[in-house]
């Protein structure tokens, strides 16, 4: 059974750092071809992609969002990080990690339940 | 940067058939999009549907299907339920970059 659960602050103020952890379980980020991607969706709008890591570190990112991004791992805790810097009341959102894989493209699968975060002072 | 458009809103009778599409301002869509969808309920995760233009997951009930209609993604879904009322959201792969459309809300009355 593949799961995945975000967790994080669930407040931080504006210009703070944001880190989130994804830990799943029922696969592993040291197998060939498969990755964890964070996307985030702000309350009553749409989806948006943030970040991608790959099980050879590859790492993609939103360009519009690449400077205030980074996505890491650590694989022998099956748990994928997501540091955003300079936080904003505008980032407030849902924010989802989801299982991928390389496709071809980036293909996704098995998602978190998503964890709300809010900035605000 | 390329926008990914999706019509706002569509209506379907139960047991009827509705395309929902997806186009990007940069240009046709074609396979190499790779294009994703997604349904996503209110208060619930997204659910993947379709990956890779038209491959189904598992889970993936058969009355949806993915395909390229012109030169847009789409996602049909032919006799519509009333559990399949819910945003609907397509995401395009390019460059090794991707990007969500704005989702269309699909009401089945």
């Known amino acids: 059974q593949i799961t995945l659960k975000e967790s994080g602050p669930t407040l931080v103020k504006p210009t703070q750092t944001l880190k989130l952890t994804c830990t799943f379980s029922?696969?592993?980020?040291?197998?060939?071809?498969?990755?964890v991607g964070w996307i985030r969706q702000p309350p009553g709008k749409a989806l948006e992609w943030l970040a991608l890591?790959?099980?050879?570190?590859?790492?993609r990112y939103n360009p519009s969002l690449k400077s205030r991004l980074t996505i890491s791992k650590d694989t022998s805790k099956n748990q994928v990080f997501l540091t955003m810097t300079n936080m904003d009341p505008l980032d407030t959102a849902t924010y989802y990690c989801?299982?991928?894989?390389?496709?071809?493209?980036?293909?996704?699968?098995?998602w978190g339940q998503g964890t709300l975060v809010t900035v605000s002072s | 940067q390329t926008v990914v458009t999706q019509e706002p809103s569509l209506t379907v009778s139960p047991g009827g058939t509705v395309t929902l599409t997806c186009a990007s301002s940069a240009g046709p869509v074609n396979s190499g999009y790779y294009t994703s969808w997604f349904q996503q309920k209110p208060g619930q995760p997204p659910t993947s549907l379709i990956y890779?233009?038209?491959y189904k997951h598992s889970w993936t009930p058969a009355r949806f299907s993915g395909s390229l209609v012109g030169d847009k993604g789409a996602l049909t879904l032919s006799g519509a339920q009333p559990e399949d009322e819910a945003d609907y959201y397509c995401?395009?792969?390019?460059?090794?970059?991707?990007?969500f459309g704005g989702g269309t809300k699909l009401t089945v009355l």
């Open positions: 989801a299982r991928g894989a390389y496709c071809g493209g980036d293909c996704y699968d098995y």
């Open positions: 029922g696969f592993s980020l040291g197998s060939s071809g498969l990755g």
């Open positions: 995401l395009l792969y390019n460059a090794g970059a991707q990007m």
């Open positions: 890591i790959f099980w050879d570190d590859e790492k």
């Open positions: 890779k233009t038209n």
